[in-house]
């Protein structure tokens, strides 16, 4: 069985906290990747880590790929509210093109 | 780019009714398609795998006669839920990936409520 193993699976933070949430497998990936969701939306793609020990930067998240591509990590810096959503991450096994999930993390940014 | 529009977004149906969900690739072509269902502050489940020409894998568990697939071109898959019923209930998404990105771009969901 193939798992992806997301947590927190909730956050609820002050404004301008730090977060980090992490994904993690024992199957190896060809890729991942997160997405961040709104209530009653489809999710929407952020991030794609292809390369073991990558590191990707948007704005104030910082995605990490495990060196032996089986982990990631999603770092916020200085949290706004506007980052509430839920976020996900999915790794790719390749091939069949089947996305594996991680259970998501419910994140709250208190203003 | 990269962009699959979902319709309808919200349907409300009777008991034994079928409801049927579109998804379209606006700017590409899609081989395949994913359809997902996704409960309440949960991660996506998925029900199957749309391939455009062929039939479509279903996942273990999800009833082949009951979520209908079709995936008739390169731009459209669509899901038919026959008879549905109350536990049918539930956000519907598709999505297709995106070649060019790594990365999978989804529907803005269904929300499909059987009454």
Known sequence: TQLLEQSPQFLSIQEGENLTVYCNSSSVFSSLQWYRQEPGEGPVLL??????????KLKRLTFQFGDARKDSSLHITAAQPGDTGLYLCAGA???NYQ????AGTKLIIKP | GAVVSQHP???ICKSGTSVKIECRSLDFQATTMFWYRQFPKQSLMLMATSNEGSKATYEQGVEKDKFLINHASL???????TSAHPEDSSFYICSARYLGDYGYTFGSGTRLTVV
């Open chain 2, 9 to 11: 977004s919200r349907v």
């Open chain 1, 93 to 95: 096994l390749g091939g």
């Open chain 2, 75 to 81: 731009t459209l898959s669509t899901l038919t839920v």
């Open chain 1, 99 to 102: 996305l594996i999930w991680g």
């Open chain 1, 47 to 56: 991030v794609t880590v292809v390369t073991g020990g990558e590191v990707k």
